[in-house]
């Protein structure tokens, strides 16, 4: 292309080369020639007058009129781009499948986002469960005046067990509850809003019915299988003793794999019963079709959370359980052993709010995995994101937009 220079800029070229914007013609090349009946061409530079014989192609244009809106024409609202963020990550979690990293710093976004309501509402009902757990525990003794059992069970180990069994009972069930509580705040904090303690008790309180059934039938099918076992041992303690032990190892054996295989087919049960509204069975069903086809995959994270969370509690509440150890270990006065059991409870306590979180929100996220990799739920959740952006954007319809967001749980493929 050649250069162009201002009128009056002197123009300078390097000795032996010609002048800028030209260049050689190599040797041989066909130098242009214009055919003969075509008129030269009229190309210049700018600013000067066409070569001779030039006629323009087209003729001048007119001046640039704007348009003139014709009468009613309203023009419309331009169209607005969704809201969702591009690394779609709205909340605690990225709308695509998760993996494990993604799961365990979900489960802790959660608590940090509402720590008001997580922690306020697990500490309510593990103070309130522990209580119990704990009445249950000592009221027996002082009623048959045998507090010394605090400090030395040796003498009854199986009264010692029947004593524990309602605060373990009881433990359970509190943490079924408490995890159907927490669902809702993780179920929010998806769509990275929060919810007072007051919201989430009304989102639950009508679900609790169903958790309570859920947790009865399971306690309910423990024992009948546990009661099952005992009565084969003593059966066969009748015949034979060596025999009646090598039957109820095994059976023992076989209920503990049992236990375990039904712990992670019933997962995602309380978790349905609560963001999926279903009914007790209704919500069995639904976990049994989620774990289907990643029963693995979910046994080795529910084991590696159970030990991290046992290795949590225990090291938040090793202090009060020492104490309460060193003072009923050998202790005759009734007080002093009282004490002590406060103290271990109070330890308990103290790992259980801190873990319970954690636990339910792993169990929840797990669920919301499962739905993403099998129900391509991750596209209902964007529409949810973006729902919760544009409501707090507009703070007059922030509660309408997140009782939608709430309903999306509700759909399924």
């Known amino acids: 292309m050649q250069q162009h220079y201002p009128v009056g800029y002197p123009q300078y070229a390097a000795p032996g080369y010609p002048q800028p914007g030209y260049r050689p013609t190599p040797p041989g090349y066909p130098v242009y020639q214009p055919q003969p ?26 001046s640039y009129v704007a348009p003139v809106p014709q009468p009613g024409y309203v023009p ?12 779609l990550k709205p909340g605690i979690i990225p709308l695509r499948p998760l993996g494990i990293s ?14 008001r309501t997580t922690l306020g509402l697990t500490t309510i009902v593990v103070v309130l469960t522990q209580l119990l757990a704990l009445g249950l525990q000592i009221g027996p003794l ?3 005046d045998r507090v010394n059992m605090l400090g030395d069970n040796s003498s009854d180990v199986g009264a010692s067990a029947l004593l524990q069994l309602p605060g373990a009972l009881t433990t359970w069930l509190a943490t079924i509850l408490l995890g159907g509580m927490l669902t809702v705040v993780v179920g929010r904090a998806v769509f990275g809003e929060t919810i007072t303690i007051g919201e989430a008790w009304a989102r639950i309180r009508g679900r609790l019915p169903a958790l309570i059934g859920l947790a009865a039938l399971e306690t309910l099918a423990m024992f009948l299988v546990l009661g099952v076992i005992v009565v084969i041992v003593v059966g066969l303690a009748q015949a034979s003793a060596a025999l009646a032990v090598i039957a109820g190892l095994f059976l023992l054996l076989l209920f503990g794999l049992g236990a375990c295989y039904l712990w992670v087919q019933l997962t995602f049960a309380p978790t349905a019963i609560v963001l999926e509204r279903l009914s007790v069975m209704a919500a069995i069903r639904r976990s049994f079709a989620l774990v289907r086809g990643d029963f693995w995959r979910l046994l080795g994270i529910l084991l590696l959370t159970a030990i991290l969370v046992s290795i949590i509690a225990s090291a938040l509440g090793f202090p009060f359980q020492i104490a309460g150890a060193i003072m009923t270990s050998g202790v005759r006065d009734n007080d002093v ?3 002590g059991a406060s ?5 308990a306590a103290i790992g259980r709010i801190i873990t319970t979180p954690f636990s339910a929100g792993v169990t929840v996220l797990l669920y919301t995995d499962r739905r993403m990799r099998g129900e391509a739920f991750d596209m209902v959740l964007r529409t949810g994101a973006d729902a919760a952006l544009r409501a707090a954007a507009d703070p007059a319809a922030g509660p309408h937009v997140l009782d939608e967001t709430d309903q999306l749980w509700l759909t399924r493929r």
């Open 37 to 62: 009946g075509y008129p030269p061409q009229g190309f210049g530079p700018p600013g000067f007058p066409p070569q001779a014989g030039y006629q323009p192609g087209y003729p001048p244009q007119p």
């Open 76 to 87: 419309g609202p331009a169209p607005s781009a969704p809201l969702v963020s591009i690394d």
């Open 102 to 115: 993604d799961i365990y710093n979900g489960a802790v976004a959660y608590i940090r986002s509402n720590p």
């Open 343 to 347: 103290l271990t409870a109070i330890g």
């Open 142 to 144: 002082l009623a048959l």
């Open 337 to 339: 052993l009282l004490i």
